[in-house]
């Protein structure tokens, strides 16, 4: 997995759960996550977190890593 990798997942899916993120190449969402920061820091891609991302209801149950989505914007 590298750089270009990850964009390409991004354009194709448009918004993106981290986790899903992790699981497609098969990494630790440690390992994932500092690749999809760089993108938001290029300004190709925004993060979204809890609400923001459409999936929190307020249960407080879920895997955060499953709150933080990733869209492409590039």
């Known amino acids: 997995m590298d750089l270009l990798q990850v964009k390409h997942y991004l354009r194709e899916r448009r918004i993106v759960p981290l986790k899903d993120v992790a699981l497609h190449f098969r990494v630790d969402i ?4 500092p690749l999809l920061e760089l993108w938001v820091n ?6 979204h977190t809890g609400a923001a ?11 955060p890593a499953t709150l933080e989505t990733y869209e492409w914007t590039g």
């Open 30 to 33: 440690d390992t994932v996550k």
């Open 42 to 47: 290029k300004g190709k891609a925004r993060k």
């Open 53 to 63: 991302a459409g999936t929190c209801k307020g249960c407080c149950k879920c895997d």
